[in-house]
């Protein structure tokens, strides 16, 4: 990791030169300028009049700094055509897909409120060095910015042309620490491009909370519902500005106005687009291929942690798209993936672990492998689990327990739709009925307790979205609606105990596909399909190994 060296000193007084030109820039363009009473019109007439301004001090920068002046913080039309199309803010989601989130979110929320969205942060693994950056959902989904360090203020207003305003506080350009971290959207672009009525610089979120809490001080209290999340929950990060804003709030005495935020923009997550799907679906398709192609690598002698570097270039090289024949451009989309969570890959006993992630264990010949592994596509993830044998042939054993939950996965499955008038905990409760009557046939004298407690001891599905346990405030006891993303993943985990035939102990098996609910039964979608799930195209698929 490059350190700051002395000889930059000389150079850092020419950018600061430019950095207080930029800061001069944004105090004349973006104070005072972008009212939130003004009409659209006129804001987009202050929007057009400020990007000359800029341009020119950006000419002026790029001679001394073009790192900072031609660069997003994250891939734009402008800059990567082939990631963002046209009127897309972010790969796959158009300005108007997050103009309609917003519109929805508004009128969701009583008269009068006022949200507050707050990003992720930047963490870090050891002094100086960080992780990747992943923004929180609930921001992104909201906002499709996807830089550190920003809040967003949503501000039902009656006066305002959208009904609402959108106020941003964000990091400026500042090519001085953009050098080293990277480049930033900049506050311009949050108005530009992100459809921010206004945008500031984040350092003027304490002072202008103040201000805005004030204000809402004075409006009745049925009219002044501050909605934010202002604690953690699930484990989330707080930022110092969501800490800020608890400070005024209680300073204020306005707790009795305060509601959480996540919930209901969670309801609204809940229910996908079919652009959602369309990610979802790529996400799918890219974590299913890779799947093919672990299964056909896998070997005895293979350590579980190579298995998985196969698993994640395969998901990077499927988004590469060659140039045809008759000369076509090639497209490499390899930049949109990442690895949705951290991966299981289980073989032998460590599949009796739900969630082995240690991945460091020689295959063994005669095993399964319990493999838990998705892709992230453009921010939308995938989840699917399949279990096979290392050597690419099921034994008799293995065959039978394996088939009794791809049964039971195949019958939920069926049931994923609205027309079953079933929630996921009812699907839960008639998996557990029929993995005792599938193991029965095997020679299992399980009870539905010994299943529970014992043989299958997690829920069958989660709902799926951008986090990969989805919007986990919402009940899996409410029925299921169309376009909610679900998995179903039923498992088998038989311990070493003679009360279990012993053929099966020290197997864990489970199988994961990720569903789209249908209307009916016809509807339904299955978004892994190209993974290999029967016993039949698994060994098929392991088999082509040996023709190669």
């Given at each position: ?375 992230e596509y453009a921010s939308y993830a995938s989840d699917i689990t399949r279990t096979f044998p290392v050597n690419g ?48 046939q095997i020679g299992f004298h399980a009870s539905a307790r010994d299943i529970d407690d014992r043989l299958y001891p ?91």
């Amino acid at each position: 990791m490059a350190t700051a060296l002395p000889r930059l000193v000389a150079r850092r007084n020419i950018v600061a030169g430019v950095r207080q030109r930029q800061k001069q820039l944004h105090a004349c363009v973006f104070r005072g300028t972008l009212k939130s009473q003004q009409p659209a019109s006129l804001l987009h007439t202050s929007r057009a009049s400020s990007n000359s301004i800029l341009s020119t001090l950006l000419q002026t920068a790029k001679t001394k700094d073009p790192i900072t002046t031609q660069w997003h913080g994250q891939p734009t039309h402008e800059e990567r055509p082939d990631l963002v199309r046209k009127n897309e803010v972010t790969p796959g989601i158009t300005k108007e897909e997050y103009e309609a989130r917003r519109q929805s979110l508004v009128s969701a929320l009583p008269k009068g409120s006022t949200a507050f969205v707050f990003s992720s942060g930047t963490f870090f693994v050891s002094p100086h060095v960080f992780h990747g950056f992943r923004q929180h959902s609930d921001f992104y989904y909201l906002t499709g910015w996807n830089e550190p360090d920003s809040v967003a203020v949503i501000q039902q207003n009656s006066h305002a042309s959208r009904g609402y305003t959108l106020t941003m506080f964000v990091n400026p350009k500042d090519p001085e620490k953009e050098v080293w971290e990277g480049p930033r959207n900049g506050i311009s672009a949050a108005v530009s491009m992100f459809g921010a009525d206004e945008a500031w610089p984040i350092d003027e979120f304490s002072r202008r909370a103040a201000d805005l809490v004030a204000r809402i001080d004075d409006k009745p209290a049925d009219e002044g519902y501050i909605y934010a999340d202002l604690d953690s929950h699930n484990d989330m990060w707080v930022s110092p500005q969501c800490k800020e804003l608890k400070r005024l709030l209680k300073r204020d005495n306005l707790g009795a106005r305060i509601r959480r935020l996540s919930p209901d923009v969670q309801k609204l997550r809940l229910i996908k687009s079919d652009a959602e799907v369309s990610l979802m679906r790529e996400a799918g398709r890219v974590s299913g291929l890779a799947f093919t192609e672990i299964i056909r690598e896998s070997t005895p002698g293979m350590n579980e942690s190579m298995l998985q570097s196969v698993f994640e270039h395969a998901c990077k090289r499927t988004l590469v798209d060659k140039a045809s024949s008759s000369g076509g451009t090639a497209v490499d989309r390899s930049a949109l993936t990442r690895p949705a969570y951290v991966p299981v890959f289980a073989s032998g006993e460590h599949a009796l672990c739900m969630h082995y992630v240690l991945n460091s264990a020689p295959m063994r010949g005669g095993d399964l492998v319990l493999v838990d592994a998705g892709a992230e596509y453009a921010s939308y993830a995938s989840d699917i689990t399949r279990t096979f044998p290392v050597n690419g042939r099921f034994t008799d054993a293995q065959r039978d327990l394996y088939s009794a939950v791809l049964s039971v996965q195949q019958q939920m499955i069926s049931l994923c739709c609205v027309d079953s008038g079933y929630s996921l905990n009812e699907i839960h409760r008639r998996s557990t009925q029929a993995m005792v009557t599938e193991l029965k046939q095997i020679g299992f004298h399980a009870s539905a307790r010994d299943i529970d407690d014992r043989l299958y001891p997690h829920h069958i599905s989660h709902y799926l979205g951008m986090d990969v346990h989805d919007t986990v405030d919402m009940s899996r006891s409410q029925l299921l609606k169309k376009n909610m993303v679900v998995t179903v993943e039923p498992g088998i985990y038989v311990p070493y105990d003679d009360k279990f035939p012993k053929a099966f102990q020290g197997m864990g098996i489970r199988i994961e596909d990720d569903i789209v609910v249908g209307q009916s039964i016809d509807d339904i979608q299955n978004l892994t399909a190209l993974a290999p799930k029967t016993v039949e195209d698994i060994e098929a698929c392991a088999a082509a190994r040996q023709t190669k």
